[in-house]
C-alpha cells in the first residue's frame, strides 16, 4: 500500500479562531482534579456497565473544565507539530506522538501517570494496569481532524504487547460533524453485534480494550476542526521483538512519521550505551 506523508501548514492564528478557548492561567494538579471529578461517579454502576458492553464505556462529561481548558491550550501549541499521513481507503488526518507531549505538553504526561485516573480505571476495567513503555510512541498522542476528508476506517486498535491494550479516548476540540461509530460484542460469538455511534465532546470519554472494539472515525467536511486525546495503558509492558517491528513500522507510516519514530529509538539505544 502506498503511503502519502503531506506536511501541514495552518498559522497559529487561524487555528484559534477554531478552537475559541482562552488559554488557563496554569495547569491544574492532575491528580487532584481527577480525584475530585471521579468521586463524584457511581464507578460500581459504571464498571457494571462497562462489563455489560463488552469492555466499553462512553461518559459524555467526564473532566473537569479546567482540565478540559489545559487540553485545548496544549492542542492549540502543538499544531506546528502535527505529522501528516494519507493511506487510501483507511485513514487521513494528523498525529503528535508522546515524544512530542513530552518535550512541549508535559501536562498531558501527567494527567496520563495519574494515579488517581489509574486506579479509577482499574476499577471499570477489573484488570491492574500499567502506562507503556516509553518507547511507545503511541502511549498517548494527540489526533487532529481539521481537511475535509480526514478520517480514520474501521479497525481495532490492536495490542502487540504480551497482554491486553486498553485505550481512553478523551474529547478535546469538536467543531466538526466526526462521530465515533463502533461496533459492541464482535469477538463474542455468543452475543450479536450491537453497533453505536457518537459525538464526543471536549471534555467526554470513551473507554474500551482495543482487541474487543471495532470502530471508526467518520470523514469531517470543509471548515470542520476536531482533536482528540488517547491513552494507552497495558496489563503486560513486554513486546516480543518481531511485534515491536510491525507496532514501529505502522507508527511511522500510519501517524508519526519515520523520523519521529526511529529517532527515538536511537536515542534510547544511544542512552544505554
Given at each position: 500500500m502506498s503511503t502519502q506523508v503531506e506536511e501541514h501548514v495552518v498559522s497559529q492564528a487561524s487555528f484559534q479562531q477554531v478552537s475559541g478557548a482562552p488559554a488557563p492561567a496554569a495547569a491544574p494538579e492532575a491528580d487532584r482534579v481527577v480525584a475530585g471529578r471521579t468521586r463524584?461517579?457511581?464507578?460500581?454502576?459504571?464498571?457494571?456497565?462497562?462489563?455489560?458492553?463488552?469492555?466499553?464505556?462512553?461518559?459524555?462529561?467526564?473532566?473537569?473544565?479546567?482540565?478540559?481548558?489545559?487540553?485545548v491550550h496544549s492542542a492549540r501549541a502543538l499544531l506546528d507539530e502535527v505529522n501528516r499521513n494519507y493511506l487510501p481507503g483507511h485513514?487521513?488526518?494528523?498525529?503528535?506522538?508522546?515524544?512530542?507531549i513530552d518535550r512541549l505538553a508535559p501536562f498531558?504526561?501527567?494527567?496520563?501517570?495519574?494515579?488517581?485516573?489509574?486506579?479509577w480505571l482499574e476499577q471499570l476495567s477489573g484488570d491492574k494496569l500499567m502506562v507503556s513503555p516509553a518507547d511507545d510512541p503511541h502511549a498517548y498522542a494527540l489526533y487532529y481532524y481539521m481537511r475535509p476528508g480526514d478520517h480514520i476506517g474501521w479497525h481495532y486498535d490492536t495490542s502487540y504487547y504480551d497482554g491486553r491494550r486498553y485505550t481512553l479516548l478523551l474529547g478535546v476540540i469538536d467543531e466538526s460533524s466526526c462521530r465515533l461509530d463502533y461496533e459492541?460484542?464482535?469477538?463474542?460469538?455468543?452475543?450479536?453485534?450491537?453497533?453505536?455511534?457518537?459525538?464526543?465532546?471536549?471534555?467526554?470519554?470513551v473507554f474500551f480494550d482495543g482487541d474487543k472494539l471495532r470502530h471508526r472515525i467518520t470523514p469531517a467536511a470543509a471548515n470542520e476542526f476536531r482533536v482528540s486525546l488517547t491513552f494507552e495503558y497495558v496489563t503486560d509492558p513486554n513486546m516480543r521483538p518481531w511485534r515491536r517491528f510491525i507496532s514501529?513500522?505502522?507508527?511511522?507510516?500510519?501517524?508519526?512519521?519515520?523520523?519521529?519514530?526511529?529517532?527515538?529509538?536511537?536515542?534510547?539505544?544511544?542512552?544505554?550505551?
Open positions: 463524584q461517579f457511581d464507578t460500581a454502576g459504571l464498571h457494571k456497565s462497562f462489563a455489560d458492553q463488552g469492555a466499553f464505556l462512553y461518559m459524555e462529561d467526564f473532566l473537569a473544565p479546567e482540565v478540559t481548558a489545559q487540553l485513514k487521513q488526518g494528523g498525529s503528535v506522538s508522546r515524544h512530542t498531558i504526561a501527567e494527567l496520563y501517570r495519574s494515579k488517581e485516573l489509574i486506579g459492541l460484542h464482535t469477538r463474542n460469538p455468543d452475543v450479536p453485534d450491537v453497533p453505536g455511534s457518537v459525538q464526543i465532546p471536549p471534555g467526554g470519554l514501529n513500522m505502522k507508527d511511522a507510516i500510519a501517524y508519526f512519521g519515520f523520523r519521529q519514530v526511529f529517532r527515538q529509538m536511537i536515542k534510547g539505544k544511544g542512552a544505554g550505551a
